[in-house]
């Protein structure tokens, strides 16, 4: 069985086989009996918005047994060169058909210009802007967590101001639990 799959180098596409099937199945053979979101969660996709390849992780940073953050972290694998690049997360929680603005990062969380890979440093948003937002009579694990970030920027000879943005929904109880935020740093990426 062939596959295809992008090159880093950005030179194309090349075919990968065998050898492609069995590292899979050794790298995913520890997910086997994993609920489905479950293994999701552990496997980091990419997604591609214009000349950005990037992902959005999220994670729930526990501290002795309770959560006490929900951690955020954009990874950038390939960004186009830029002369000015920001960066805004922001994080909703949807429930009884409505979006309640749980954060919204201030400050600039600026991107390096050259072209490349970009790691950001993780965003920590408190558990307790989340518990201020949501009803009292809403149990938590329950609601359904939006995060998004946009990356605002500037590109040498094009149109200022341009945008591109990535978003995650997910469920607040099936959010992958960290203990320290620099293990959203270490997950795997897969393309």
Known sequence: MWFQTRDRSGSGFKQVGTLALLTSSLVLGGLVGMPF??????????ERQGAWDAELRLGRLA????????????NVADKPETTYANVVYQVFALYDGDRHLVYSSRG???????????????ELVAIANLQNVIDPDVDVKNVEIEASVEVRYDAPGEARDRRVAWTRTQLYQGITEITSSTQLSSQTWVD
């Open 63 to 74: 501290k002795d047994g309770t959560v006490t953050d929900l951690v955020l972290q954009l």
């Open 37 to 46: 979101s479950a293994a999701h969660d552990s496997l980091q996709l990419a």
């Open 108 to 122: 600039a969380r600026l991107l390096d210009a050259d072209a490349g890979s970009a790691r950001l440093i993780p």
